[in-house]
């Protein structure tokens, strides 16, 4: 059975910095597209990072840059997050496309999704 879980969301304060995990079960991450996503309220959900380990390439949205570092590790995705901004609240959910041959944001491409990971950045 195909799971993704987050973890490593929480309360910080702007400037600060987190680092979220995704880990996958029931399925390896050969030739697969990882993503982040977020949802703040009332707006839709966007795409933050995704890697893929077909090519090794990585993908940020242009609000993260430079401030957002994805890798991974065996059947750990994980998103480093420096710098947060009050702007950068929201739920983080990662995804897989198991068919993927690079890194991409379309959503609905990707087949599974986790269950999300609350990330507040406030003072």
């Known amino acids: 059975q195909v799971q993704l879980k987050e973890s490593g969301g929480g309360l910080v304060q702007p400037g600060g910095s987190l680092r979220l995990s995704c880990t996958a079960s029931g399925f390896t991450l050969d030739y697969t597209a990882i993503g982040w996503f977020r949802q703040a309220p009332g707006k839709e959900r966007e795409g933050v990072s995704a890697?893929?380990?077909?090519?090794?390439s990585t993908l940020y949205t242009s609000s993260v840059k430079g401030r957002f570092t994805i890798s991974r590790a065996q059947n750990t995705v994980y998103l480093q997050m420096n710098s947060l901004k009050p702007e950068d609240t929201g739920v983080y959910y990662c995804?897989?496309?198991?068919?993927?041959?690079?890194?991409?944001?379309?959503?609905?491409?990707?087949?599974?999704w986790g269950q999300g990971t609350q990330v507040t950045v406030s003072s």
């Open positions: 890697i893929s380990t077909g090519d090794d």
């Open positions: 995804a897989a496309d198991l068919d993927a041959d690079f890194a991409h944001l379309v959503q609905y491409e990707y087949d599974y």
